[in-house]
């Protein structure tokens, strides 16, 4: 079984300030793991992916997620908060071991707000 | 390239009636998921389908079904509808194996 856990509904950073979102997975298998980011009344948009390999990823828009084993976490920084930077994020896993399938186990998400 | 698309965008229904929701996927993608999404439950795990064939399925009553063509395509189907089914059903495509899944930009269900 999987499930995700984000640590804060709602964030508040000022513009320029770091930004830091916190994620931690439960998973039976060594998991996927993916940060997606939803615009109001929009679907969702893949911000960056960890499958195997380095740790430390890279995704669009200046974010990037260190994969932890040891913590069982996911954490999304990024250095410095733009305005346009303010929407909800989720953290997901999925099982690579399910030939047919692309499941995703979300958290609750977290809005993030950005302060002028 | 195209990506994932869904329509309608808006549908208003209303209680006791029935609605079909469709999913276009992007070239290639075999697998695809269906998840609803509203402001006190979050995202959840409606079911997925490969090539034709139900994978997986989420803990939602009978009512909501679905289906996938040989084209991939797929369409979900919600009867007698519900107030509470009124939320933003999300359709989400893949190659499987637990890859990233790419989403469409919804359909906003409200059933009054």
């Known amino acids: 079984a999987q499930s995700v856990t984000q640590l804060g509904s709602h964030v508040s950073v000022s513009e320029g300030a770091l930004v830091l979102l916190r994620c931690n997975y439960s998973s039976s298998v060594p998991p996927y793991l993916f940060w997606y980011v939803q615009y109001p009344n929009q679907g969702l948009q893949l911000l960056l992916k960890y499958t195997t390999g380095a740790t430390l990823v890279k995704g669009i828009n200046g974010f990037e997620a260190e994969f932890k084993k040891s913590e069982t976490s996911f954490h999304l920084t990024k250095p410095s908060a733009h305005m346009s930077d303010a929407a909800e994020y989720f953290c997901a896993v999925s099982d690579p071991t399910r030939e047919y399938g692309n499941k995703l186990v979300f958290g609750a998400g977290t809005i993030l707000r950005v302060k002028s | 390239k195209a990506g994932v698309t869904q329509t309608p965008r808006y549908l208003i229904k209303t209680r006791g009636q029935q609605v079909t929701l469709s999913c276009s996927p992007i070239s290639g993608h075999r697998s695809v998921s269906w998840y609803q999404q509203t402001p006190g439950q979050g995202l959840q795990f409606l079911f997925e389908?490969?090539?034709?064939?139900?994978?997986n399925k989420g803990n939602f009553p009978g009512r909501f079904s679905g289906r996938q063509f040989s084209n991939s395509r797929s369409e979900m189907n919600v009867s007698t509808l519900e107030l509470g089914d009124s939320a933003l059903y999300l359709c989400a495509t893949g190659r499987g194996q637990g890859t990233e899944a790419f989403f469409g930009q919804g359909t906003r269900l409200t059933v009054v």
């Open positions: 389908y490969f090539s034709e064939t139900q994978r």
